[in-house]
């Protein structure tokens, strides 16, 4: 079955940096288009990034766009977010999606504070 595992999440100070990994498996991972998404404390969940199959399109939330940069390995199914110059707003649970499958991680925690 599909399967999105998140890791590297955690406590960060502002200006830090983090890297998420979403270890994918159950489906052919270089034909899909995956994206991080984030959702903070009483808010809706938001778009942060996503990336085409190959890896040649990647597209950035207006928030995040010069700080993030989201990659692949196909090699390894897996899909990464690194995220930095983290600002306190930056604070999410953040999840992977293999949106055209319907498909999403369980989430990682980040959260940035001195």
């Known amino acids: 079955q599909v399967q999105l595992v998140e890791s590297g999440g955690g406590l960060v100070q502002p200006g830090g940096s983090l890297r998420l990994s979403c270890a994918a498996s159950?489906?052919?991972?270089?034909?899909?288009?995956m994206n991080w998404y984030r959702q903070a404390p009483g808010k809706a969940r938001e778009f942060v990034a996503s990336?085409?199959?190959?890896?040649?399109?990647?597209r950035y939330a207006e928030s995040v766009k010069g700080r993030f940069i989201i990659s692949r390995d196909n090699s390894k199914s897996t899909v990464y977010l690194q995220l930095n110059g983290l600002k306190p707003e930056d604070t999410a649970v953040y999840y992977c999606?293999?949106?055209?499958?319907?498909?999403w991680g369980q989430g990682t925690q980040v959260t940035v504070s001195s």
């Open positions: 999606a293999a949106i055209h499958l319907g498909f």
């Open positions: 159950g489906f052919t991972f270089s034909m899909y288009d």
């Open positions: 990336i085409s199959g190959a890896g040649g399109i990647r």
